[in-house]
Each structure stands twice: as structure tokens, then as C-alpha cells.
């Protein structure tokens, strides 16, 4: 207890500075996931074409590697100057994005085909059939593995403390300047974690209670 | 599939096609070549940056660095497995009080960000007296981690069977055991395989969060070459040939994943499964690792 609240300067803002870097990241990635699987699913060979590839070689790319490349290449290239929170927010938005996008384009799929159908035949484009019919209603089933998701996102942005962003992940190694005991620190942001993971199923449960649709 | 969102596209709709995917190709094309030149015009693909390829020592180096990550994997996915097997079992347990300790088990290591394990293992272990090695950090931080995770995947394999299976299996007079290893796990088993391949593709990305409790794995090896001044300091060559190995490992099981489910589909012994929730255990954990991940 004592590692804590001796440090509680500590536990408040890093904490405070994951959660900001998580809502970003998960903002950024439903939009981005999003467009992808709308590429994924276009009438124009070539989009589905760029989707699919995107999503091929980012999730079989570790994230960690992610990271590394835009902290420690892409500075090199002169482009725009990012910093290292920034440099943790595209990572993980680039990454989770191709997750997201998954698990969208599974969820356009349980919309029952009669439904594009008439959307077709009252002459939408694919834009509104898409915007206005699909989407709306996969989104009900898909907030359950969405949030799943999301949780993994957030336990993801740990990797950021590795590379200099100061978040949860990075908690240790100012306890250990400090002279704590590391070992009891870490265990209280393992607590930490499982309080926000915690939250973020009872999200999902209460809203996949309210949103289920009888089929 | 995707045709159930739009018509067959006539003459007009082709040619509006084409040139949709003439603009597309333009971008895409002109996004590479940005990147391409800006590398480029940094230096980073002048000779020098990429000649350390060339030295026998760094290559074999370099194939050292993908065997700890092949040895990180291979330990990982073994323990992971019999990890989750156990657990799965656990938690389908009559008995109350095993049930509560496996879920609460379960649950605990998929709250808890790998990398955090990892931490544990090798920074706060030494703290109270106990020897650790970053072999044994990364490797029981994935063990935990992904077969908590597998212990859901097992669990979902067998919860989706039909009920009738094991009823007919109590029937014939056979016992618990009998009816889980002989009727219920081989067809979980088959069924699952395809989800549990995917989730090991998870656990061979997370050894890469090896590089950050000092595993000389493949990153790790990556990062050193590419702080090297002798070489230019080629991080970005080095990156890059990182992230090509990577991806040419993981592709190699996603592969196998997606054949196994083709092979499943085709199989005359599939069956009918009853609900998805094994398959929404395996998206929320893709990403894991971290998926996710979860684990990454």
C-alpha cells in the first residue's frame, strides 16, 4: 500500500495519460477500421485489393515492431516531427485499425441479404445502402467483439512505456529511480489494469443486453 | 459476399469503376513512392546502410536472433497449449470450488497487459530473491497470457458442440473422462484448430515484446544492427528486413490456420457447430497480444 501512496503522483497521471492515449487510439482506429472494411467491401476490385493487403501485413506484423519503427525510423525521414505520444498514438491506431476492420466486415456480413436487396431496389448507391442500412444494423452485433477488441487495444498501449511515452507501462522503471519496491508497483498496475478492463465489460455486457436484436 | 451490396455493374457503372480504381492506384502509388523517396532522400538506402548484410558473422547473428524468437515461440505455444487445456477442463469441472479457482485464474491473466507479466517476471521477481532470465520472463508471460486465452478457445470449442454428442456418450454407460477425451475433445479439437493456429500467430508477435525485457530475440537483434555507427546506424534497413522475416513467419501459420479451415469445411466428419462464441473469444483476442492483444 505503502508503494502507492508514497507515489501516487506517479500512478495518477500515468494512468490518466493511458487512458487519453487509449481513447485516442480507439477513436482513431473505429474510423480508420472502419474506411477499411468500407474498402474491403466496395464494388471496385482494386479497393478490396489495397484492404485486404493492408490488413494481410499489419496483423502479421507484431506490434512492438510497429512502434519501433515509428519511434525509432520514421524521425529519420524528415517528414513531420512527432513526438513520442503521437508516435504511440499512430502505432496503435495503424494496428488495431486492421483488427477493427474485421471485425466490421463480419458484421456486414450477418446483415440478412434482403436487406441490401431492398436497399437496391428503392435505387441507393452504395454509399447510402452501406452508410444508411448495413452499417447501422451490424454495428448491434459487433459491439461484443468491437469492445474485446478495444480491451486489447488498451492493454496494447502498455507497449508505449517501452518506448518513452510516460503511461502505466512505464511506471517501473520511475519507481526503481526512486528506490520502491518495483515488484509491488508492478503489481499494482496489473490492479489497475483489471479495474479498466473490468469496466470496459460491464460496457459491453450492458450494452450487448440492450442492443442484442432477435433475429 | 460482397456482392450482396451492390448489382452487377453495367457498362456505365464499369467505366465509372475503372476510374475509381485508376484515382486508387494513383494514390496508393503515389503514398509508396512518398515514402520510397523521403527514405531515399534521407540515405537510408545507400550501399552502406544495407552492406551489413553482407557479413557472414552478422548473418549467421542475424539467424541466431530468429531462433530465440523460433525458441520463445516454441516454448511458449507448448506450455500455452497444455496451459489451456488444463484450465479449459477446470473450468467445465463439476466440482464448484475448481471451477472457481480456473475462471478466476483465466480471467486474471487476460486482465493483465502481457507486456505488465512480463515486467513482473523479470524486473519484480529478482526484487523478492527469485533467480529470472529474460528467456524465462517472455516465456512464462506468454504461457499465461495466451493459454488463459486458449483455455476460452477450448472451453467455446467444446461448449459449441451439440448437446446430443455427450448425451449419447453418457447413454452408452461411458464415464466423464471417457466422454471428454474419447467423444467431446477431438471433435473441440477439429474444430477449433483453425482459431487455435490464429492465436498461436498471436503469440509468435508477442515474443517480440521480448526486445523490451533485453531477450536478444529478432527485434532486439534488429535494434542493435541498426545503432551500429559502423554501418551507418541502418535502422531502417534493419526494420525492414525485421518486419519482412516477421511477416513471412506469420503469414507461413496463418496459412496453415486458413488451410485447416478449408480442410475442416471440406471434411465429411465436420459438424455442425451451435453458436459463434468461440469465434468472438478469437476476434477480440486476434488483436491481442497484446490482439489485440494483448499480448500484443
Redesign the interface.
Known amino acids: 500500500m505503502d508503494v502507492l501512496l508514497d507515489n501516487l503522483d506517479l500512478f495518477g497521471p500515468f494512468f490518466l495519460r493511458t487512458i487519453e492515449l487509449f481513447l485516442i487510439s480507439a477513436v482513431g482506429s473505429l474510423v480508420f477500421g472502419t474506411i477499411l472494411a468500407m474498402l ?9 485489393a ?1 484492404g485486404t493487403a493492408y490488413v ?2 499489419v ?7 510497429v512502434f ?2 515509428f519511434v ?2 520514421y524521425p ?4 513531420v516531427r512527432i513526438d513520442y505520444f503521437t508516435a504511440a498514438v499512430v502505432s496503435l491506431t495503424v ?2 485499425s486492421a ?1 477493427i476492420c ?2 466490421v466486415r ?1 458484421g ?2 450477418t446483415v440478412p ?1 434482403g436487406q ?2 431492398a436497399a ?1 431496389a428503392l435505387g441507393l448507391t ?1 454509399g447510402q ?2 452508410g444508411q442500412v ?1 452499417l447501422p444494423q451490424s454495428l448491434r452485433s459487433v459491439v ?2 468491437l ?3 478495444l ?3 488498451l ?5 508505449a ?2 518506448f518513452s511515452v510516460a503511461e502505466a ?1 512505464a511506471i ?1 522503471q520511475y519507481i ?1 529511480e526512486r528506490g520502491d ?3 509491488v508497483a ?2 499494482w ?2 490492479l489497475g ?2 479495474i479498466l ?2 469496466v470496459l465489460s460491464f460496457v459491453q455486457r450492458s450494452l450487448e443486453k440492450r442492443w442484442s436484436v432477435a433475429r | 459476399m460482397s456482392n450482396v451490396l451492390f448489382d452487377v455493374p453495367g457498362p456505365k457503372s464499369r467505366v465509372r469503376h475503372r476510374i475509381y480504381a485508376g484515382i486508387g492506384i494513383l494514390l496508393v502509388i503515389a503514398l509508396i513512392a512518398f515514402v520510397v523517396f523521403s527514405f531515399a532522400d534521407s540515405g537510408q538506402f545507400t550501399p552502406q546502410k544495407w552492406a551489413w548484410l553482407e557479413y557472414s558473422q552478422v548473418q549467421s547473428d542475424l539467424a541466431n536472433a530468429v531462433l530465440a524468437t523460433l525458441e520463445a515461440f516454441a516454448l511458449g505455444a507448448v506450455f500455452a497449449l497444455i496451459f489451456g487445456a488444463v484450465f479449459a477442463a477446470g473450468r467445465l469441472s463439476e466440482h464448484t470450488w475448481i471451477r472457481g479457482i480456473s475462471t478466476f485464474v483465466v480471467e486474471f491473466f487476460r486482465a493483465i497487459p502481457l507486456l505488465i507479466l512480463m515486467f513482473l517476471f523479470y524486473y519484480g521477481l529478482p526484487t523478492v530473491g527469485v533467480d529470472t532470465s529474460p528467456l524465462f520472463a517472455v516465456v512464462l508471460g506468454l504461457t499465461l497470457y495466451n493459454g488463459s486465452v486458449l483455455a476460452e478457445i477450448f472451453r467455446a470449442g467444446i461448449n459449441s458442440l451439440p448437446k446430443g454428442q455427450s448425451e449419447a456418450a453418457y447413454a452408452l454407460g461411458m464415464r466423464k473422462t471417457q466422454v471428454m477425451f474419447t467423444v467431446l475433445l477431438p471433435q473441440a479439437i477439429r474444430a477449433m484448430l483453425p482459431t487455435i493456429i490464429s492465436q498461436l500467430v498471436v503469440l509468435l508477435k508477442d515474443t517480440a515484446l521480448g526486445f523490451l525485457v533485453t531477450y536478444p530475440e529478432l527485434l532486439y537483434y534488429a535494434r542493435y544492427i541498426g545503432s551500429q555507427g559502423a554501418f551507418g546506424r541502418p535502422i531502417v534497413p534493419s526494420t525492414i528486413v525485421a518486419a519482412g522475416i516477421y511477416i513471412v513467419m506469420c503469414l507461413l501459420l496463418t496459412l496453415l490456420a486458413t488451410w485447416a479451415e478449408k480442410r475442416n469445411r471440406r471434411s465429411k466428419k465436420h459438424i455442425e457447430t451451435t453458436n459463434n462464441k468461440a469465434d468472438q473469444v478469437m476476434l477480440g483476442n486476434a488483436a491481442g497480444g497484446g490482439f489485440v492483444g494483448g499480448g500484443v
Open positions: 474491403r467491401v466496395s464494388p471496385v476490385p482494386v479497393f478490396r489495397i494481410t501485413i496483423r502479421n506484423t507484431p506490434l512492438t515492431l519501433a519503427f525509432f525510423a529519420l525521414l524528415d517528414i494496428y488495431t483488427f474485421e471485425v463480419s456486414i456480413n441479404v441490401a436487396e437496391r452504395f445502402i452501406l448495413v461484443p467483439p469492445i474485446s477488441t480491451i486489447a487495444l492493454k496494447n498501449s502498455t507497449i512505456g517501452g507501462g517501473r526503481s519496491s518495483q515488484l508492478l503489481l498496475v496489473a489494469f483489471i478492463v473490468a
